[in-house]
C-alpha cells in the first residue's frame, strides 16, 4: 500500500481557515478510496497572532477524531507553543530577556490574541506595557492546564520514511540524531539557504513565505498564514520527488500584512524598543 503525508503549516491562530483545510484534507484522502496509507501532520505553531488560538488548540487536540481510524495524525510543538508554556510555568529565565513582553504584544509574538481567545479583556497600549510577571499572571489565570500540558506533551521532530518533520528545521553542520530542541524550534540560517542534500528530506515550517516552498532538500509548509497570506497542506508522495508534491490551500480572511516588509520590520523595531524603554 503506498503511502502519503499530510503536512499542515504554521496555523497561527487562524481557526476558521483550520477548519476549512482539515475538510478538504479529509476529502482528498475519501477520494483515495483506502488505496493509501495516510498520515496527517502539523508541523507546530498552532497559537499566536491569530484570532482564536484556543480553538486551534482543541482542534490539533481532537484532529485523530477529525479522521477515519485509519489515518494517523502527529502534531509538533513550534517556538510559540514553547513560549507559553514555559511562561505558565513561569520560567521565564529559560527565554531571553523580556521574552513575555515580546510573546505578548500584538505586532511580536502575538500572544495578546491568543490570552483573548481564552476570554481575556483588556485596552492595548503600546506605550504603556504591563510588567512580564502580570503578563505571566494572566496566562496561568487564563490558559487552561490541560491546554498546557497537551502543547508541552508534543514532539519536536517525526521521522517517517523518506522525512525528517520539525518545526524550523535543522543544523546542517549535525547528524539528524545529534539535532538539539532549540535548533529544531528555532533554527533560520544557515538551514534555509543550506543546498546540499539532508539525511531526509526536512519538512518544516516557521519562516513564512507567501506560498510556502517545494526544494530539493525541504518542504517549508509555513505559507504566512499569521501575515493574512493562505494556510496550505504539502501532501508529499511515499518516495520524494518535487513534481509529485501537491498542495490544499486556504485564503487568510483577515488582510495581508505581507506586502511591505519594510514598513512590518520597522513596526516591530519600534515595538522592541518601547519594550526595552529606547524610546
Not at 475538510?23 to 484570532?51: P, T, W
Not at 480572511?253 to 529606547?278: C, L, M, R, Y
Request: net charge negative; charged share 30%.
Amino acid at each position: 500500500m503506498k503511502k502519503l503525508y499530510y503536512a499542515i503549516g504554521d496555523i497561527h491562530g487562524r481557526h476558521e481557515e483550520l477548519s476549512t483545510l482539515l475538510q478538504s484534507i479529509k476529502a482528498d484522502i475519501e477520494n483515495l478510496n483506502d488505496e493509501h496509507e495516510c498520515y496527517v501532520i502539523q508541523v507546530g505553531d498552532i497559537i499566536d497572532r491569530g484570532e482564536n488560538s484556543k480553538a486551534c488548540v482543541e482542534s490539533i487536540m481532537n484532529l485523530n477524531k477529525q479522521f477515519p481510524k485509519n489515518v494517523k495524525t502527529h502534531a509538533l510543538q513550534g517556538n510559540h507553543e514553547e513560549i507559553l508554556c514555559k511562561l505558565w510555568r513561569k520560567k521565564p529565565e529559560e527565554l531571553k530577556e523580556k521574552e513575555a513582553l515580546y510573546w505578548y504584544h500584538p505586532d511580536i509574538g502575538g500572544g495578546l490574541r491568543t490570552l483573548e481567545s481564552y476570554g481575556f479583556k483588556t485596552y492595548f497600549t503600546p506605550q504603556c506595557l504591563p510588567s512580564e510577571k502580570w503578563v505571566m499572571e494572566q496566562i496561568q489565570k487564563y490558559v487552561p492546564v490541560e491546554h498546557i500540558e497537551y502543547l508541552e506533551s508534543l514532539p519536536v521532530k517525526l521521522e517517517l520514511d523518506p522525512y525528517f518533520f520539525c518545526h524550523a528545521g535543522i543544523d546542517p553542520d549535525k547528524k539528524l540524531k545529534q539535532q538539539d530542541e532549540q535548533t529544531l524550534r528555532w533554527i533560520r540560517e544557515p538551514f534555509l539557504s543550506h543546498s546540499k542534500p539532508f539525511e531526509k528530506i526536512i519538512v518544516h515550517g516557521h519562516s513564512p513565505a507567501p506560498d510556502g516552498e517545494i526544494q530539493h532538500n525541504r518542504v517549508n509548509t509555513d505559507a504566512a498564514a499569521a501575515y493574512g497570506e493562505k494556510l496550505k497542506c504539502f501532501i508529499l508522495p511515499e518516495h520524494y520527488m518535487m513534481n509529485d508534491v501537491r498542495t490544499l490551500e486556504v485564503a487568510i480572511k483577515a488582510p495581508s500584512t505581507w506586502g511591505d516588509q519594510k514598513a512590518f520590520k520597522e513596526k516591530i523595531n519600534k515595538a522592541k524598543k518601547v519594550i526595552h524603554g529606547d524610546t
